[in-house]
């Protein structure tokens, strides 16, 4: 997966460079300020998938549309979901590329590279179109049922959720993207406005997972699914940084957050309990990521905390190198306060964020009723804490009873 996040960053110095641009803030934005740095970490298809959409992305441009057209189609045959990313790019193609062979070409390339979890599907499902998840008892999963594979319809306020909350806020989480996004257009010679199809792939993908049947998704840090569209953005950055001085230095200091949110997700904790339908409470990322990291419990465990300090002083150089040739931009200054509003909204909402609950809950996933009836029954014993706190310790109390007699049945 840190594999993926090399050939990323190479494809963007590339595309930077054939610019005539810097491509260092592209670089240090997607490699150290975003959640593709944790996720670059772990068994996930998102990071080798944006790669390869942005591949994909890259060849169009220089009009290698059959490279392209292999590079897409493996990409959403990781996360099925890109192809409607695919399909932004194939119309955004020009005229001459529409022609009937070239899209039965694409249609069999893109079959091709479905086929092999397909064939999995129904050889392990039942069907070429059940996933695993389907069959999930859990609550959690019975919305894959409704709508299609668990899409219904947008909501305005699921895509405000997706932009500004410290659950799953991409600006929260990313700031930049702002800029970055901004740097997506431009104007021509004759003064026309020009969009990068990578802003209409952002908001088609925003619409898209306004509409997911489960507002939270998924128990880990950040915005994960949105992960694809993040290249572009990061590429549109160079862009905006290389328009003046001014917007070079605000490009940086708005990647700052960037890097210390990814640091957090890298070093502390990226797969956490982000309440799903069964779990009542939530729990802010931003509290359980810092105390897992001071705990010492996090992704680099083999280096230790001198890895993780050599880490975050390399990520600090390589950060600050990104202001020389800028110019002070106060109105960038005012990306700190919203920030700091938008996590103490958080905090002040949630009772989440106890150590013990999410450890309680961990413990509880692993069937480790006696150990997660403990940290439940302390963090019942805060005055805050709600009801169904001492409702999960009790239920672990009788569960821990059952494994207890069953054991000593044998």
Not at 11 to 25: H, K, N, T
Not at 343 to 370: K, M, N
Not at 377 to 401: G, K, T
């Amino acid at each position: 997966m840190s594999g993926s996040l090399l050939v990323l960053l190479l494809l963007l110095a590339r595309g930077a460079s054939a610019e005539v641009i810097d491509p260092l803030p592209a670089i240090v934005a997607s490699g150290l300020g975003s959640i593709l740095l944790p996720y670059s970490t772990v068994l996930y298809s998102h990071v080798p998938a944006a790669a390869l959409l942005f591949a994909g992305y890259s060849l169009q441009k220089e009009g290698r549309f059959r490279a392209s057209d292999a590079c897409c189609a493996l990409a959403s045959a990781m996360d099925y979901t890109v192809l409607l990313l695919y399909a932004v790019l194939v119309l955004c193609r020009p005229r001459v590329w529409w022609k009937p062979w070239n899209l039965l070409a694409a249609l069999f390339v893109t079959a091709s590279a479905f086929a092999p979890q397909m064939a999995y599907n129904a050889l392990c499902f039942g069907s070429p179109f059940r996933m695993g998840y389907s069959l999930e008892a859990n609550e959690a999963f019975a919305a894959l049922h409704s709508g299609f594979f668990g899409f219904t319809l947008p909501s305005a306020g699921q895509v405000l959720y997706l932009l500004f909350s410290p659950e799953r806020g991409l600006l929260f989480y990313m700031p930049w993207i702002a800029a970055g996004l901004a740097g997506l257009v431009s104007r021509t010679e004759d003064g026309r406005l020009r969009m990068d199809p990578g802003l209409v792939m952002t908001a088609v993908y925003l619409i898209l997972y306004s509409a997911l049947h489960t507002r939270t998704q998924g128990w880990a840090f950040g915005p994960r699914y949105l992960i694809p569209v993040v290249p572009f953005a990061a590429l549109g950055l160079s862009r905006f940084a290389a328009r003046s001085p001014r917007a070079g230095w605000a490009a940086a200091l708005l990647v700052v957050p960037g890097v210390v949110q990814a640091l957090l997700g890298l070093l502390g904790e990226i797969h956490m309990p982000v309440h799903p339908v069964e779990q009542a409470v939530p729990l802010p990322q931003l509290c359980i990521s810092l105390r897992m990291m001071l705990d010492g419990h996090h992704s680099m465990w083999i280096a230790g905390i001198p890895g993780a300090v050599l880490v975050t002083l390399g990520a600090a150089f390589v950060t600050a190198s990104l202001f020389r040739g800028g110019r002070f931009s106060l109105s960038a200054l005012l990306a700190a306060p919203v920030l700091v509003l938008l996590a103490l909204s958080s905090l002040s909402q949630d009772w989440g964020g106890r150590i013990d609950y999410y450890r309680g809950i961990l413990a509880e996933h692993r069937h480790e009723y006696v150990l997660a009836s403990r940290y439940f029954h302390s963090a019942a014993a805060d005055p805050e804490a709600p009801p169904v706190v001492l409702q999960r310790a009790e239920r672990c109390d009788s569960l821990a009873l059952v494994v207890m007699r069953l054991t000593e049945g044998k």
